[in-house]
């Protein structure tokens, strides 16, 4: 089982939408959890961190569930501009990158 | 934004050549990492290192060798380069401390090996 698991998509959303990807992880020791995004052919770049209580950044809400070991992104109204690949990040003495999910907004 | 810069941003260089991939970060970060990703694809860590004279190998295999002389520089070198080495190489960093453990990543090196 991989230490972290994202579902590649592609999600092809129309605009407004409202979209969800769930990332699970393996280790229950897991420590710091975050959302990555990375536009095509860049580095990935911090979308944002996930806390315990759950945070909200504008139309974008990360939620971190211990019990069940895996963590969410919600992006609401969805913008051309959000299409990117998301990448799940988990930290447990190493940094862990999920595979990352695709999505495509469409217009 | 990161402090964490990557030169050259594009190479294009032949086969048998020794080449070095520089990153450097101005955060005093312990941590640094060598990524290798091609088009479309997911991350492999390649190399890693905890500290000044601390490098690991990472979760994928590589020909390239590190070293970590000092703590802001973390340089990649292929003695021999070759075309399966094209690829793009991100480097990244971060600290110890729970409010300086996100991973930054520099803009990559596009590296291709003809």
Redesign the interface.
Same mark, same amino acid.
């Given at each position: 089982r991989k230490e972290v698991e994202q579902d590649p998509g592609p999600f092809n959303v129309p605009e407004g939408a409202t979209v969800a990807f769930n990332c699970t992880y393996s280790n229950s020791a897991s420590q710091s959890f975050f959302w990555y995004r990375q536009d095509c052919r860049k580095e990935p770049k911090l979308l944002m961190s996930v806390y315990s209580s759950g945070n909200e950044d504008g139309r974008f809400t990360a939620q971190l569930n211990r019990a069940s070991q895996y963590i969410s992104l919600l992006i609401r109204d969805s913008k051309l501009s959000d299409s990117a690949t998301y990448l799940c990040v988990v930290l447990y003495q190493k940094v862990t990158f999920g595979i990352g999910t695709k999505l495509q907004v469409i217009p | 934004e990161a402090d964490i810069y990557q030169t050259p941003r594009y190479l294009v260089i032949g086969t048998g050549k020794k080449i070095t991939l520089e990153c450097s970060q101005t955060m005093g970060h312990d941590k640094m990492?060598w990524y290798q990703q091609d *088009?479309?694809m997911?991350?492999h860590?390649i190399h890693?290192s905890y500290g000044v004279n601390s490098t690991e190998k990472g979760d994928l295999s590589s020909e390239s060798t590190v070293s970590r002389i000092r703590t802001e520089h973390f340089p990649l070198t292929l003695e021999s380069a070759r075309p399966s080495h094209t690829s793009?190489y991100?480097c990244a960093s971060?600290g110890d401390t729970?409010s300086t453990?996100?991973?930054?990543?520099? *803009?990559?090196t596009?590296l291709t090996v003809l």
């Amino acid at each position: 089982r991989k230490e972290v698991e994202q579902d590649p998509g592609p999600f092809n959303v129309p605009e407004g939408a409202t979209v969800a990807f769930n990332c699970t992880y393996s280790n229950s020791a897991s420590q710091s959890f975050f959302w990555y995004r990375q536009d095509c052919r860049k580095e990935p770049k911090l979308l944002m961190s996930v806390y315990s209580s759950g945070n909200e950044d504008g139309r974008f809400t990360a939620q971190l569930n211990r019990a069940s070991q895996y963590i969410s992104l919600l992006i609401r109204d969805s913008k051309l501009s959000d299409s990117a690949t998301y990448l799940c990040v988990v930290l447990y003495q190493k940094v862990t990158f999920g595979i990352g999910t695709k999505l495509q907004v469409i217009p | 934004e990161a402090d964490i810069y990557q030169t050259p941003r594009y190479l294009v260089i032949g086969t048998g050549k020794k080449i070095t991939l520089e990153c450097s970060q101005t955060m005093g970060h312990d941590k640094m990492y060598w990524y290798q990703q091609d *088009p479309g694809m997911e991350l492999h860590l390649i190399h890693y290192s905890y500290g000044v004279n601390s490098t690991e190998k990472g979760d994928l295999s590589s020909e390239s060798t590190v070293s970590r002389i000092r703590t802001e520089h973390f340089p990649l070198t292929l003695e021999s380069a070759r075309p399966s080495h094209t690829s793009q190489y991100l480097c990244a960093s971060n600290g110890d401390t729970w409010s300086t453990d996100t991973q930054y990543f520099g *803009p990559g090196t596009r590296l291709t090996v003809l």
